[in-house]
């Protein structure tokens, strides 16, 4: 006895019909504009001296003031876990606007696609909407399950969105939204018990708006499985190769990441003012 | 008993007294202009999502008005084919000077040279020159077979010309070679039964003179092998990975072909207009 499994109509771009009836439908903008001149710097730069690339132990630092010494660019640490950084401008933009679109885009696949329209596919909360939740209450312990191309190659990825406090930060200092967020969350490969690394973003105030400060952790140490005993070390060296992105991969993640915050940050102010009441 | 293998002198660049005699020589000029702005930022986006990317028998919508979603990228289809696409501005140019140039540079090493300085070694057809025949006629059904650089390695590769329809294309609407050509080959690795893939330049008329566009498809379902039964089974499945070229050598390819034919469209108006009576 067989039973079907329900598929899931995936689909890069949008089809006709698809943004009927939404109230972002004037957002869908599938132009990408050209890569920022300090992400074109790190991708020719390539990776970075090891001892230049900072742990994940070293993340709640971005709350010092000031810049860190790579704000854009990727590199391989010796400990095995590839890292980057990218820092995008984001104009007119707040950062309690950003910890609305984390809670706000992955209700509705359309909105994630808004995000990354050449890149995007699908994204899909793991538990119902908490009822009233705003701000970071509303992503905060949840997962989103996300389909997205990272280069050429579609990629199933779960983004268990965590408190800041769980990776060292300082909540204290992040106690007003309108002046600083941090976006921490762990990131899986959908299907395999394997936790491939880590994702930060800082959002912070700076004249005439705010900037974004990326930083991944992927594979090496983090590439982890949640498995126990012996079945768990042997999968998890296992799972460090299967997890553990090239250089090639982090690049495109560089490249994604840069487009995508960008592209955020050209249509969030006008969004978030039209739409903020929208749930 | 040994027989010495007649040996061809194959030099990148040109020797003294090469071009002693020839009526194009002035029109060699090693210096090489820097990238165009969108390969540029075509090499730094690096591989796209491969439903970016088009399928051979989607080549024939290159006749369609207006641009396609991709005009300069690379990545890897589903189907293991490496695609990439790249625009060359053509001022002064028209479609059939370009058809005149495939039909005559193959004629002689020193003319393929003129087109890439750094890369070009070698090009002879493999067979006599057709007399008299003009425009498409004087490629199209023939083999050229040329050694050229692409990166650091020199390739040996035979350029089958096809005509148009053998891809799907309206031959019809390319009746008029002033407004559109387009220029189809089969590409293969010299020495081995193995087609490598495709290649198609589409040359239409723009305002100010013309604009290539310029496709390849790379490996995958492409890397055929020519032979019969069994044996052709195996080899297909070497020569599937012997001619499937990595990202690394299609970023090679995007580059050799933005700058040959940025550099071909340099100096094409001027040499049609001196020399395309002589034969």
């Known amino acids: 006895m067989s039973h079907p499994i329900p598929s899931r109509s995936l689909h890069l771009g949008m089809q006709e019909g698809e943004l009927r009836d939404k109230p972002y439908a004037t957002f869908w903008n599938p132009r990408i504009a050209p890569l920022v001149e300090h992400a074109r710097e790190a991708l ?13 132990d070293e993340a709640p630092r971005l709350l010092d003031a000031g810049d860190h010494e790579v704000e854009n660019g990727h590199g391989v640490r010796d400990d095995g876990a590839l890292f980057l950084a990218v820092r995008t401008a984001m104009p007119d933009v707040s950062p309690a606007m950003v910890d609305w679109w984390f809670g706000w885009h992955g209700q509705e696949p359309q909105r994630y696609k808004l995000w990354h329209p050449r890149a995007h596919v699908h994204a899909c909360w793991g538990d119902a909407d908490p009822p009233g ?25 779960t983004i268990r969105f965590v408190r800041p406090a769980e990776l060292g930060f300082d909540e204290a200092a992040l106690a007003d939204p309108a002046q600083a967020t941090v976006v921490c969350a762990r990131i899986g490969l959908l299907g395999l018990p394997v936790e491939a690394g880590w ?6 105030r700076v004249p005439g708006g705010a900037e974004m400060r990326s930083r991944f952790w992927l594979g090496g140490p983090h590439g982890v499985v949640r498995a126990p005993g012996f079945v768990g070390a042997v999968a998890s060296r296992f799972a460090r190769r299967v997890a553990s992105p090239s250089l090639e ?25 039209e739409l903020h009441e929208v749930p």
Chains 1, 2 share one sequence.
């Open 44 to 56: 020719l730069w390539g990776p970075l001296a090891a001892p230049l690339l900072p742990g994940l």
């Open 133 to 157: 939740a705003k701000g970071r209450a509303r992503y905060v312990g949840r997962v989103s399950f996300v389909d997205e191309y990272i280069g050429s190659r579609l990629q199933q990825v």
């Open 199 to 204: 994702l930060v973003h800082h959002v912070r």
């Open 249 to 273: 991969e982090a690049r495109a993640l560089l490249v994604h990441c840069s487009q995508e915050m960008s592209h955020l940050a050209s249509f969030l102010p006008k969004l978030y003012a």
